[in-house]
Structures are given as structure tokens and as C-alpha cells.
């Protein structure tokens, strides 16, 4: 956590020290927006999967704040669903840096989040497992995507032009 105080000198009253409470994850959200409205003025609407995957971690930033920053415990339910959000976003954000189209069911990408929260309603003590299922399945999903070979090279065994 970061907090920005005001320096007194040793003999003053010690009790009236006015400190203003400002959470890390806050500064992150703050530059993180800083981020994705510069990547906006630059691409114009270029990498839509990233900058929708800058948005929400900017979003989960501050949930994570108000949550142990100030101790809203209302946000513990919004943060799985958040968490649940990210492989897909992760996931999609790779496959457009690679420049190539999507093959899966867009709709596919949308059942995390929502299998979280009918979890978060239904059986609140298996969410933690859902989440390492999910992230450790996308990532496998990821890993196994085939990645293009840097501009010049060649894949072994196949022909150079």
C-alpha cells in the first residue's frame, strides 16, 4: 500500500498527522489507463482483444483496491467472475498478435466467467479449483498453439524460399 504523508517536524502534536490512503492497486489501474488510452490514439482501434484484456485487469486493479485497500467486502463476489475473465482475454489477445483468425466458438470464451458465476450461486467452496482448472486449461491451449517463425527464419524441415 502506498501512503502519502505530510513531514512534521519531531515536536509537533503527532496525533492531528494527516494521511492521505492511496491502495498500489490503484496506482496500477491509474497506469494501466495510461496505457490503454495511449494505445488507443496510437492504433485506432487496432488489437481489440488486448485492449479489452487492459480493461479488465484495469477493473480488477480496482476491485482488488476497494476490496483490501478500504475492506468493501461486496467486492469478493465480483473478483472470481473478474479472474474467470482473464485466460480467454489472454487467450484471444495471443492469437490476434499473431495475426491469425480465430477458429473457436466465441461463445466458448464466454463460459468461464459464467460457469464462476453460477459456481459463486451454487457451490461457492469449488471456485478455487474452477479457477486453476481454467487457467491451467488455457494455458495448455495457448502453449499448444502454433506460433509463426520470426521474419527470415525457417521452421526445421521446411524448405527455405
Known sequence: MIAIGIMMPA??????????????????????LLRFVALLRQQEGG???FLALIGLCILQSIAVGLRWGYD???VRYVLPVLAG???????ASFQSLMHRDRADLPWLNAAPPVVILALL?????LIDGALV???VGYAASSC???????MGWTRPGSMAP
Open 47 to 49: 488489437n481489440r482483444p
Open 144 to 150: 499448444g498453439s502454433p506460433m509463426p517463425a520470426p
Open 133 to 135: 482448472v481454467i487457467f
Open 85 to 91: 475473465g482473464l485466460p480467454p482475454l489472454v487467450l
Open 11 to 32: 515536536n509537533a502534536n503527532r496525533s492531528v498527522l494527516p494521511v492521505l490512503f492511496v491502495p498500489l492497486p490503484f496506482v496500477v489501474a491509474l497506469l494501466l
Open 121 to 125: 450461486v451454487l457451490a461457492p467452496d
Open 72 to 74: 468493501v467486502t461486496a
